[in-house]
T-cell receptor, first 112, second 113 residues
């Protein structure tokens, strides 16, 4: 089945550790996105990528890094510089410009 | 700065009521406006609107866009408890050839039996 796979679903980390969230899609979509959602809040854009080897900062990129070495994959690293990393992280992708954007199931990150 | 504002932030009604959710926006190079429903996990797609004045309808849900006033509404008629969710409005703009999707803060809708 085509879709977007995020892993892990739940992740616990100690403060000061970097953590990488995986996002893989087999929809042949060009664009991929990472969003963060805090309880009771909307989605805020972290990074987005329109093509391989290119990505742009979203509204809250500080403390995060991404790579786009393959069309199917857009991993997000939450670094120790991110002050409040505990949140729900959503990966999304879309095809041609203007097309609907689809989401993965999300990853819950808790930093203790 | 690109911005999407939803209202109300929270709404509690009784089953059978009709509700209207609002979304206003400012975005660079507007392409489309999307509505999503979010229950426990990832948002699920409801509608995509690109043209003013054309209503999109799916069962008891409908939505319309006003590109002049930079506004959209989502209507739900004869609400059911299963409609309880957070409804997210998102606007797609194009910046330097890249598609960017900006979300509002969401409206939390609760339908009481």
């Amino acid at each position: 089945d085509g879709g977007i796979t995020q892993s892990p679903k739940y992740l616990f980390r100690k403060e000061g550790q970097n953590v990488t969230l995986s996002c893989e899609q087999n929809l042949n979509h060009d664009a991929m996105y990472w969003y963060r959602q805090d309880p009771g809040q909307g989605l805020r854009l972290i990074y987005y990528s329109q093509i391989v080897n290119d990505f742009q900062k979203g509204d809250i990129a500080e403390g995060y890094s991404v790579s786009r070495e393959k069309k199917e994959s857009f991993p997000l690293t939450v670094t120790s510089a991110q002050k409040n990393p505990t949140a729900f992280y959503l990966c999304a992708s879309s095809g041609q410009v203007g097309n609907t954007i689809y989401f993965g199931e999300g990853s819950w990150l808790t930093v203790v | 700065e690109d911005k999407v504002v939803q209202s109300p932030l929270s709404l509690v009604v009784h089953e059978g009521d009709t509700v209207t959710l609002n979304c206003s926006y400012e975005v660079t190079n507007f392409r489309s406006l999307l509505w999503y429903k979010q229950e426990k996990k990832a948002p699920t797609f409801l509608f995509m609107l690109t043209s003013s004045g054309i209503e999109k309808k799916s069962g008891r849900l409908s939505s319309i866009l006003d590109k002049k006033e930079l506004f959209s509404i989502l209507n739900i008629t004869a609400t059911q408890t299963g409609d309880s969710a957070v409804y997210l409005c998102a606007v797609c703009g194009i910046i330097q050839g890249a598609q960017k999707l900006v979300f509002g803060q969401g409206t939390r809708l609760t339908i009481n039996p």
